[in-house]
């Protein structure tokens, strides 16, 4: 143990001696191992954030639209969904698991509040839009089956919409222009901090009967662009999903397997595919990261190899006084390993360094996000492992060139 120390002493003496050639030699593990600590730490902060909006708009969801129109325009020609669907859905003897739908259409219209104008995307739908998405109302009520029934002139807000368009103001019971006609604010939801009204499409929600009144065509009346579908938590998703798709595919009399007119896909299913992004992105970067690791190994070992010449006389000298192959071997193996695990230490810190500000200034960007930074130990173990075993690996030729060095030869060198 006391010569472990003293061949780490020797070493950082040696790496302190030839400051700036260390610096330079060390870059390469610097680069890579903090590229790596950057993108596995940046990566999980962003999982970790997705899935707690996912889990805010509720995971037992499947949504369902049309392939032609991407569930956003239902005037387009082929398979509509209608809502004799919705009920047909309901009643469906093969999916018990259905506990509500939401089902509606989304139109982009001017939002008028004295002088503020601003486009929002207005979503004509049932109450169940408020339950299936798990909308908080924080002012005023959500409207109800008796807004539905009668086509109300009412509009629930966004958070967001409702804070820049009214402030401080209390939104609740004032008349707002939407594409022009008048609207009763009724409520106001929980401000969303991730989704549409995140990046610069505001939101606001309107009964589907007043929608289709004022801003649908009458051959439109029935259909719906979208539908959103819960079931009961601790179901099977994709057993679920495929007695969906099967159920859609009878009301409409599709019997052609080749023909798929409808989008179906649930929440779920969108948190692993955008996990599988996220892996295959921190995959290719931790690729090119592990690059400019070989790169920094392969400097490693030419500078240790230039080290040992520089130092040849003074390894003949330790030899000619009862130095043994191993202790020599040992020494320059461990300077090695110095000189990447400093590296390491480093690389790990820059990492560290950047993902925390890279959280911070999306969390000044977006304040409402609220993006939290997630330490993830498991990619420090890794680094640091990585760094001992790049020092042991590229250290090792040039450990045995100067363990094999004949102590008259060296002495002789000049």
């Known amino acids: ?124 739908d049932s109450p169940a839009v408020f339950t299936v998405n798990n909308f908080k109302i924080i002012q005023g009520r959500a409207f109800n089956a008796s807004d539905v029934a009668s086509s109300a002139k009412v509009v629930v807000l966004d958070g967001g919409l409702a804070e820049e368009v009214f402030g401080t103001e209390n939104p609740v019971g004032q008349k707002v222009k939407i594409g022009g006609r008048f609207m009763r604010v009724v409520g106001v939801t929980e401000k969303t901090s991730f989704g549409p009204g995140s990046f610069g499409f505001q939101m606001a929600y309107m009964p589907i009967s007043t929608v289709k009144q004022l801003f649908g065509e009458e051959k439109n009346r029935n259909t719906v662009s979208y539908m959103l579908i819960q079931f009961n ?52 970067v931790s690729a090119v990261a592990g690059i400019s690791l070989l790169v920094g190994g392969i400097g490693i070992m030419n500078i240790m190899l230039v080290t040992v010449k520089e130092r040849t006389k003074e390894i003949g000298l330790r030899k000619a006084i009862g130095a043994k192959n191993n202790t020599v071997l040992f020494q320059f193996l461990i300077e090695s390993v110095v000189l990447t695990t400093i590296g390491g230490i480093v690389g790990i810190a820059l990492g560290l360094g950047l993902s925390f500000g890279a959280v911070a200034l999306v969390n000044v960007l977006q304040p409402d996000w609220g993006v939290a930074f997630v330490f993830v130990p498991s990619a420090l173990i890794i680094a640091c492992g990585v760094s001992v075993t790049i020092g042991i690996i590229f250290g090792l030729y040039p450990a045995i060139k100067a363990a094999k060095l004949h102590p008259i030869e060296a002495l002789r060198y000049e």
């Open 233 to 284: 938590k601790g179901t099977d998703a994709v057993s679920f999903q495929n007695r969906l798709s099967y159920e859609l595919r009878r009301l409409h009399n599709i019997t052609d397997e080749a023909e798929n007119p409808f989008m179906v896909f649930s929440r779920d299913q969108a948190i692993r595919i955008m996990d599988t992004v996220l892996l295959g992105i921190q995959g290719f």
């Open 1 to 124: 143990m006391i010569k472990i120390f003293t061949y780490i002493q020797t070493a950082l003496v040696q790496l302190v001696k030839n400051k700036g050639r260390s610096i330079l030699t060390m870059l390469g593990i610097i680069i890579g191992i903090g590229s790596v600590i950057f993108i596995m730490t940046l990566g999980e902060s962003a999982k970790n954030f997705l899935l707690s909006q996912f889990s805010q708009f509720g995971t037992n969801v499947i949504e369902v639209g049309m392939q032609s129109s991407m569930g956003l325009d239902s005037s387009a020609d082929g398979e509509k969904l209608t809502l004799d669907d919705v009920q047909a859905l309901k009643d469906s003897a093969i999916l018990p698991e259905l506990t509500d739908i939401a089902a509606g259409d989304i139109v982009s219209e001017t939002f008028e509040y004295k002088k503020e104008k601003l486009s929002a995307n207005i979503y004509g």
